[in-house]
């Protein structure tokens, strides 16, 4: 059974940080890409990073460029999201994400509010 539990949201100050934590269980970890998505109320998901197998594999959405490094811990599992100079547009409810055979799993997601 896929697992994706996100963790590390909260609220922050602009301009702080935030590391954002994907937990995977359930499939072949080291042999799949893994996304960030947010989302806020209204709007679509929208990509915000993806990591390949090879950790110098990654995406960053126009948006966030810059202020994002994605990457991934095959031995634990784990994908991270280090987020710097957050700006209250940044808030929304983060998602990790991966395709697996054919299917999307969606982890439960984590709220990030930036505001002072």
């Known amino acids: 059974q896929v697992q994706l539990v996100e963790s590390g949201g909260g609220l922050v100050q602009p301009g702080g940080s935030l590391r954002l934590s994907c937990a995977v269980s359930g499939f072949a970890f080291s042999y799949l890409p893994i996304a960030w998505f947010r989302q806020t109320p209204g709007k679509a998901r929208e990509l915000v990073a993806a990591?390949?197998?090879?950790?110098?594999?990654?995406t960053y959405a126009d948006s966030m460029k810059g202020r994002l490094i994605i990457s991934r811990d095959n031995d634990k599992r784990m994908v991270y999201l280090q987020m710097n100079s957050l700006k209250p547009d940044d808030t929304a409810v983060y998602y990790c994400?991966?395709?697996?055979?054919?299917?999307?799993?969606w982890g439960q997601g984590t709220q990030v509010t930036v505001s002072s």
């Open positions: 994400n991966v395709d697996y055979l054919g299917r999307k799993y």
């Open positions: 990591i390949g197998t090879g950790a110098d594999t990654t």
